[in-house]
């Protein structure tokens, strides 16, 4: 089975735990705060793999869990950092944060890596509190939760020449006239259920990638046929070989034939229709072809190369003309609208840091980083209330409750956990 596109939840994993704890020794009077951080949670790493072509084993995984650091211990002794995840992907896999809308990856190289979900970094423990005015705190932070994701994983596989045409035009003929792959080759319609990729060797010691494509009917875009999903594929080729069988043999005009492709490629997307397009007329040696080649060309006004797949005639010319044609188009950037230069790409949301609304005579606090304190405060002592509340403090939230009318005694909530607002 060829898998193209998953959906998947990734849990990274959370950090360890912080640890409360006091040095306790023969000899040693007061010892100090001695409880150690705990480890940082498990990213989640995907990697390009040129050993893997399709997503299939991702098919039914559906959710993605990192592990949880390990929590701090007494003496110091700090937790371990978890493993990360490494999810393994082909070549040419994009990724995309459902929410957001965001591409996350695009994983072109071997060995390429990206940061999809960052694990929890460790909650400190009470050593890591200490300070001149507090040398023996007594508290310590709980992990920090490991990044949600709900992605979208893609691949678009990477073809500098794309084949597309209807069924039985000759496409996977071509491809194994002209390149080492060996695809199924058949009288009937959607003989090619996958697409297949082949090298292909031009003039100059020039070579690039075709990708042969199941074939396209009338309606594909609205799901006829095989429907139109393999041609997102065709989104990242530089050029687009348009097969079309000149010789009639099916009883079908090259021309419309020609005209439904084109409209199934422009409902797909604009930017099909903006690719370098040449048209191949195939099955030259077919009697009629010719003739139907000559009312052909009068009609459109595209570069139109007859070929016989089966003898091999014309073939030289259009690869020559592929790799001329390739010579002059650059390589362009995947994704214009989502240049990003490192491997690693991170982009959040423009938020308020928190928002304040009043409910069922409760002050409800929401927002990332409140809740995040929330989770990672561990409420075992009063220093560590007083901590959080000295940093809900920091990050404006009590002016703005005393700015929306709150007032000393008022029911404050943040997730399940309820204070009353003191002035
Ligand atoms: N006479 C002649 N027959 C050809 C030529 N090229 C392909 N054929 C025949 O056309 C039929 C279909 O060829 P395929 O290569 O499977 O066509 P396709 O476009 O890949 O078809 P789908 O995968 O079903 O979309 C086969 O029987 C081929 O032998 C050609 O140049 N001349
Ligand atoms: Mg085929």
Redesign the pocket.
């Known amino acids: 089975m060829f898998v193209d596109e998953v959906t998947l939840e990734l849990y990274a994993g959370d950090g360890g735990n912080g640890c409360m704890a006091f040095r306790r020794e023969k000899y040693i009077e007061m010892g100090g705060p001695y409880g150690g951080n705990g480890g940082k949670g498990a990213d989640i790493i995907f990697e390009a793999d040129e050993g893997l072509n399709t997503l299939i084993d991702l098919r039914y995984r559906r959710c993605i869990k990192g592990d949880k650091g390990g929590n701090g211990l007494g003496k110091g002794m700090h937790g371990a950092k978890a493993n990360d995840i490494v999810v393994r992907v082909p070549l040419g896999t994009v990724i995309t944060d459902i929410d957001t809308g965001l591409i996350v990856g695009d994983l072109t190289k071997h060995k390429e890596q990206v940061v999809v979900a960052k694990g929890g970094r460790g909650g400190r423990g009470n050593m890591a509190f200490a300070t001149h005015s507090n040398p023996a705190p007594s508290f310590c932070e709980n992990g920090e939760p490991g990044e949600m994701k709900k992605v979208k994983v893609e691949l678009k596989l990477l073809a500098d020449v794309g084949l597309v ?10 491809i ?1 006239k002209i390149s080492a792959s060996k ?10 259920l996958k697409p297949n990729l082949g090298v292909v060797k031009a003039s100059g010691d020039r070579s690039f990638v075709v990708a ?1 494509l ?2 396209l009917i009338k309606g594909a875009s609205l799901g006829e046929g095989l429907g139109d999903r393999f041609l997102r594929h065709v989104e990242r080729t530089r050029v687009i070989a348009h ?1 079309i ?1 000149i ?1 009639a ?1 099916e009883g079908r005009d090259p021309y419309e034939d020609y005209l439904i492709i084109n409209s199934e490629l422009e409902n797909f997307s604009d930017k099909l229709t903006k690719k370098p397009q040449i048209v191949i007329a ?5 009697p009629g072809a010719e003739e139907n080649l000559k009312k052909f060309i009068e009609k459109v006004d595209v570069p139109v190369f007859p ?5 091999v005639e014309g073939l030289e010319k259009v690869i020559n003309k592929l790799a001329d044609m390739l010579d002059t188009i650059e390589k362009q950037p995947l994704y214009e609208e989502e240049k990003f230069e490192s491997h690693v790409l991170y982009k959040f949301k423009e938020e308020e840091p928190f928002t304040i609304t009043y409910e069922d005579d409760t002050w409800v606090i929401k927002g990332e980083k409140p809740e995040k304190l929330f989770r990672m405060t561990k409420f075992n002592s009063d220093e560590s209330v007083l901590r959080f509340s000295n940093k809900l403090k920091s990050m404006g939230i009590d002016d703005k409750l005393r700015e929306m009318g709150a007032k000393t005694g008022d029911n404050v909530r943040i997730l399940d956990f309820e204070f009353e607002f003191k002035e």
């Open positions: 045409g209807m069924p039985s035009v000759g496409k996977s003929t071509l194994s695809p199924k080759i058949a009288e009937y319609h959607f003989t090619t042969d199941p074939g097969i069988d010789s043999f195939n099955k030259i040696d077919m070929i016989s797949a089966l003898t």
